[in-house]
């Protein structure tokens, strides 16, 4: 009951609002023209594109609409600055800027730079230009003398560098208001006028239509009428949509659990009908998405489940072959973790195979099961054979056979004694003495040489 009384008390102010809209539009009053021009009266041009709200930006409001203007379309930026007289604004782009003060601060006012200038340049004769000169003179001293003694000017070129000038100087700091949005021009303000008011023309036609007794009031029953029915359609869409809000909330959280699924197999939501809210109404049609939702969310959990336990069994396998040192079903379990990561498998969910996405990992988790009976019938063998070295000697015990030996040195018995060689010399060279840091790893490579060096003498045959 309450969200009928809701709905009445909001179909009712859009009645009020939608009327009144219908009887005023705003307009913008200013003295002068819109283009800047001076003017002793007072025109009005009326705002087209606005939703009547503003904001407040600089300690100023500012606006963002256009008015109509000689049968063009002005917006408020270009009315302002036609109409500010100072040089605080200016405007850049589609964003209005004010000047708020000036602060000091260090202008270049000359770049640095080198150039190559002219210069004379003093030179006197060499020793031997003099002798040459004075060769066969009965005083060849005197004359290398004179000679030598005569000036020489020659032009050269000479590199001149300068460094950069600043002076300080005041700089105007500019504020910029919201893009698109600018103040009221000086002196105007925004008015609801009646479409009747608009111009003096229109005024006398209207009062004449008035006082006639056949007018039909042009077509104002029929505009409010068409207003009653619009707003009665919307009305009652929004009562459908009110009384069935639970049950599309309903949908759109288990729409919300589907996305989270798909987002646990490593899948971005692949359909945009996981993300969209859920609209209808009819009831009936929204049950009915309700359950196929429900019924997604069902095959997701468990295609999830099985998926976790194929992960698992993976994980088992794999600890167990290190744990072992069985290295013949590293393939094996490479190949599973790229069947569970595969794209044949999330190609079944993005298209809802549910089926066969079962099929394919049930059997892979078969195929792990069986695996992982393989490996412990074969551990099993070798303990009542009376093998040893199921696993690694630790870091205080050496190698006492030759299986203990391959276990230590991460090798197969089948590996040539030249990889062996190869592989205890990388280790050797990994855990050398030289690079100890304390007292303490010194006795850790101590220890761990001397399992290396006894792994080596039983592969090579010298420890039986």
Known sequence: MGSAVKLLISTICCLIIGVASLAAAPYLEMSGS????????????????????????????????????????????????????????????????????????????????CKLVPERKRTYPSDAEARAACRGVPTPMACELEYQGQDRWITVQVERCWRAQYESRDVPVWKPFPSGYAPLPPGARIVQVSERQSTSTSTQVERSRSQSPTS??????????????????????????????????????????????????????????????????????????????????????????????????????????????????????????????????????????????????????????????????????????????????????LPTSRQEAYRLLNISEDTPREVANKTYRALAKKWHFDKATDEVDWQRRDKKMKQLNAA?????????
């Open 34 to 113: 819109c283009d800047g021009g001076y003017s002793n009266s007072t025109n009005r041009f009326k705002i087209i594109g606005w939703n009547g709200r503003n904001k407040q930006a600089l300690s100023e409001r500012v606006y963002d609409f256009s008015v109509e203007c000689n049968g063009a379309s002005k917006h408020i930026m270009e009315l302002f600055l036609a109409s500010a007289s100072s040089g605080r604004y200016r405007k850049e782009g589609f964003t209005l800027f004010k000047q708020e003060g000036t602060r000091r601060k260090s202008v270049k006012v000359r770049d640095s730079g």
């Open 216 to 397: 039909s009031g042009d077509g104002s029953g029929f505009g409010t009428f068409m207003v009653f029915g619009l707003l009665a359609g919307v009305g009652a869409a929004v009562f459908l949509k009110v009384s069935n809000a639970p049950l599309s909330n309903r949908i759109s959280a288990v729409r919300q659990s589907i996305a989270r699924q798909y987002q646990g197999f490593g899948i971005d939501i692949p359909a945009e009908d996981f993300r969209r809210p859920a609209y209808g109404f009819f009831r009936k049609q929204l049950e009915d998405e309700l359950a196929e939702q429900n019924s997604t969310l069902s095959a997701l959990k468990e295609s999830r489940e099985l998926h976790q336990q194929a992960s698992a069994l993976v994980i088992d396998l794999e600890q167990l072959c290190g744990k072992l040192n069985y290295k013949k079903m590293d393939g094996q379990i490479e190949s599973a973790k790229e069947v569970l990561k595969s794209k044949v498998l999330l190609s079944l969910l993005k298209g809802k195979d549910w089926h066969g996405f079962r099929d394919n990992v049930v059997s892979l988790t078969e195929a792990l099961h069986g695996h992982i009976a393989h490996i412990q019938s074969l551990n099993t063998e070798d303990r009542h054979s009376g093998k040893q070295g199921s696993k690694r000697p630790s870091d205080d015990e």
């Open 456 to 464: 080596k003498e039983y592969i090579l045959g010298k420890r039986t």
